[in-house]
């Protein structure tokens, strides 16, 4: 069965360090991945995905994911967090073709101290 | 309204209740979704709707009944639930199975 590892469930950061947070799958065929956040008190929204192509994709806000085939990995990073930064962080992933069923990982809480 | 609704926003319900939760997308998605979050688990997928035809089923109990009139609305219907059902539950809308863009959420509390 697919399965979603974050690795850190929460994560204290200083504003201006910079962000790693890890995600690995379980799945042997073709995915399809995605990061969501979820801002205190907010909807999940999508940061970003990858389908194919560039390897290193870009979200909104500054962050980017690399999906590393061989690692199967899709860990997030921005360069330099900020305060508003602060909020869960939800990696996903989907075989690709499949009916839109998505498998989550447990989510890493970010806090960001100012 | 823009985006993805739900409502109620809360809702306590007793085991012998009937409820419905629902949910409408404004986005013109062709694809909506239920899943259930609970505390400290993964969200969890539950229907999958295309083009108003459920194409996912992820094994949720059948006191758990979702409905989809139109593309735009998708209902939960909730019946003898227990008190495990609590949880935090959110619809989803999507294009072809794209990213997909989530509502509030309800939070449901079964006592």
């Known amino acids: 069965a697919q399965s979603v590892s974050q690795h850190n469930h929460h994560v204290i950061l200083s504003e201006a360090a910079s962000l790693e947070l890890g995600c690995n799958y379980s799945?042997?065929?073709?995915?399809?991945l995605f990061w969501y956040v979820q801002y205190p008190g907010q909807h999940l929204q999508l940061l970003l995905k990858?389908?194919?192509?560039?390897?290193l994709v870009k979200g909104i806000k500054g962050f980017e994911a690399e999906f590393i085939k061989s690692k199967f990995s899709f860990n997030l990073r921005k360069p330099s967090v900020q305060w508003s930064d602060t909020a869960e962080y939800f990696c996903?992933?989907?075989?690709?073709?499949?009916?839109?069923?998505?498998?989550f990982g447990q989510g890493t809480t970010l806090q960001v101290k100012p | 309204e823009t985006g993805v609704t739900q409502t109620p926003r809360h809702l306590v319900m007793g085991m012998t209740n009937k409820k419905s939760l629902k949910c409408e997308q404004h986005?013109?998605?062709?694809?909506m979704y239920w899943y259930k979050q609970s505390a400290k688990k993964p969200l969890e997928l539950m229907f999958v709707?295309?083009?108003?035809?459920?194409?996912e089923n992820n094994s949720v109990p059948s006191r758990f009944s979702p409905e989809c009139p139109n593309s735009s609305h998708l209902f939960l219907h909730l019946h003898t639930l227990q008190p495990e059902d609590s949880a935090l539950y959110l619809c989803?809308?999507?294009?072809?199975?794209?990213?997909?863009?989530f509502g509030p959420g309800t939070r449901l509390t079964v006592l």
């Open positions: 989803a809308s999507s294009q072809d199975f794209g990213g997909q863009f």
């Open positions: 990858y389908f194919s192509g560039d390897p």
């Open positions: 709707y295309s083009l108003e035809e459920r194409v």
């Open positions: 996903a992933v989907r075989s690709a073709g499949n009916t839109g069923k998505l498998i």
């Open positions: 986005l013109g998605h062709n694809a």
């Open positions: 799945y042997g065929g073709t995915v399809n």
